[in-house]
């Protein structure tokens, strides 16, 4: 699958999931939600350790989500995509857009022996900078 199918695709979900979320409000993964709440995604910021994020509700993983997601961003270090794809996989979640600097070699090669729509080295916020309510590139 061509890049601009797989983004298509993972932009034309209306749940997302962003992982690694801070608590410091001016992080790149906080851009990443309120980038995508501004473009009219659903989005569930995941923490483990905040309840809370912006006065807003902070998940502590996928598996307490109130709802099913249809991707996830990856905004966490590279040795914790590797456990957190497979984690998606059992899931049922098969796209995923790991954010620069959140990649690696194990987790592309795993994502792609699985059939998951693997997003990676291109920043969600640059690809979905044309995006508004209708979706796609």
């Known amino acids: 699958m061509d890049l601009v199918t797989k983004v298509n695709e993972f932009l034309a979900q209306k749940k997302l999931a962003v992982i690694g979320v801070s608590r410091e409000g001016d992080k790149v993964s906080n851009q990443v939600v309120k980038n995508l709440r501004r473009k009219g995604y659903q989005v569930f910021p995941v923490n483990p350790k905040a309840d809370q994020i912006d ?26 995509t590797e456990k957190v794809v497979r984690d998606l996989d059992e899931f049922g979640i098969k796209r995923v857009w790991m954010q620069p600097g959140a990649e690696s070699f194990d987790a592309i090669e795993y994502c792609e022996s699985k059939g998951i729509n693997a997003v990676y080295g291109n920043c969600i916020m640059v690809l979905s900078k044309n995006i508004d309510n209708s979706r796609g590139l």
């Open 55 to 80: 006065g807003e509700t902070c998940y502590p993983s996928v598996a307490g989500l109130p709802e099913k997601v249809g991707g996830v961003v990856l905004v966490i270090p590279p040795e914790e």
